[in-house]
T-cell receptor
């Protein structure tokens, strides 16, 4: 079974450029989460979807960040324009709603973003 | 005060020894608790769930103290491969929004020969 697939693994870009991160959740999972991890702030939840619908985006830092889930097998996180302080590892995770099973998150390998 | 707090460590542990560390949470309405393991430059992976007072899985024991609002993780007979960052996760169920999982900052454990 394929796990959560994220692309790209690494992204280096210049300040002001648009960055798009991609995620394919595990087939059949109905929750999808975007997290950001830095040394200073740890793992922070940015936004999550249930059945492709955004449920809670209160963690999205500002309007420069946007996320979409056009279908059950694909989601994007976009940063436009990017800034050096956006440099972090961005993780996508998915889970399935089944009693307590939806509390177990399966993470992708992450995207290491460096904004110069 | 952070919702979920952990001692960042590192905890330097001799191979074969026992190590234990705690995680405190601020919201008394929190309903379930987890320990995730994260290796360097890798994604977090679920280690253990803690639904009632505690849980044991081989060399790993997790305990929950609701009165004092903390959970602990104990690792017996430490192996070199146990070196990792251990993330405490607290879940609060929100009716309309499902589950809100909050991660602690992690406790780094280094097992040395």
């Amino acid at each position: 079974d394929a796990g959560v697939i994220q692309s790209p693994r690494h992204e280096v870009t210049e300040m002001g450029q648009e960055v798009t991160l991609r995620c394919k959740p595990i087939s059949g999972h109905d929750y999808l989460f975007w997290y950001r991890q830095t040394m200073m702030r740890g793992l922070e939840l940015l936004i999550y979807f249930n059945n492709n619908v955004p449920i809670d985006d209160s963690g999205m830092p500002e309007d420069r960040f946007s996320a979409k889930m056009p279908n059950a097998s694909f989601s994007t996180l976009k940063i436009q324009p990017s800034e050096p302080r956006d440099s972090a590892v961005y993780f996508c995770a998915s889970s399935i709603q089944s009693g307590r099973a939806n509390e177990k998150l399966f993470f992708g390998s992450g995207t290491q973003l460096s904004v110069l | 005060r952070k919702e979920v707090e952990q001692d960042p460590g590192p905890f330097n542990v001799p191979e074969g020894a026992t190590v234990a560390f705690n995680c405190t949470y601020s919201n008394s309405a929190s309903q379930s608790f987890f320990w995730y393991r994260q290796d360097c430059r890798k994604e977090p992976k679920l280690l253990m769930s803690v639904y009632s007072s505690g849980n044991e899985d081989g060399r790993f024991t997790a305990q929950l103290n609701r009165a004092s609002q903390y959970i602990s993780l104990l690792i017996r007979d430490s192996k070199l491969s146990d070196s990792a960052t251990y993330l405490c996760v607290v879940n609060m169920r929100i009716k309309a929004a499902g589950n809100k999982l909050t991660f602690g900052g992690g406790t780094r454990v280094l097992v040395k020969p």
